[in-house]
């Protein structure tokens, strides 16, 4: 499970739908230094700086981050991931992170750019804590 090169470092709204852009090299964000590791969802709200809170649950893997000050959630399952962040709910096929659908969170404007560059980290470290 890793992300492809064909991992698009954004979305932008084209006719009322969110649509990938250009793909990112290297998987825009995913090579950013690590976020710091936290114990807790209090010790995450308390942590300085970019911080997560990798929680197992049976079979789901699930990250809920601070990342440049806004809240962001990965949750893996069963060969599924969801992403939502403060833009965009992304809905991705594990298996080579095909993006599914996506949903607008709030009112986008027509040519707006939603940063997938959060959900790259956020998937990298996905990829790192399954294979250990």
Known sequence: MSLPPS?????????????PG?????????EAPPPARCASAEELERAA?????????????VLVARLDGRPHRLAVVAG???????????YWKVDGWVLTSTEPVGELAEGE?????????????AVREVRG
């Open 113 to 125: 750019r939603v940063d997938l560059g959060p959900c790259a980290r956020l998937m990298a470290l």
């Open 7 to 19: 991992f698009p470092a954004f979305l932008v709204m084209r006719g009322g739908q969110l649509v």
């Open 80 to 90: 599924e991931a969801v992403y939502r962040g403060p833009q965009v709910r992304a």
């Open 22 to 30: 250009e793909p990112a090299p290297g998987a825009a964000g995913a």
């Open 49 to 61: 700086g970019d911080a997560v809170w990798v929680q197992r649950k049976e079979d789901a893997l």
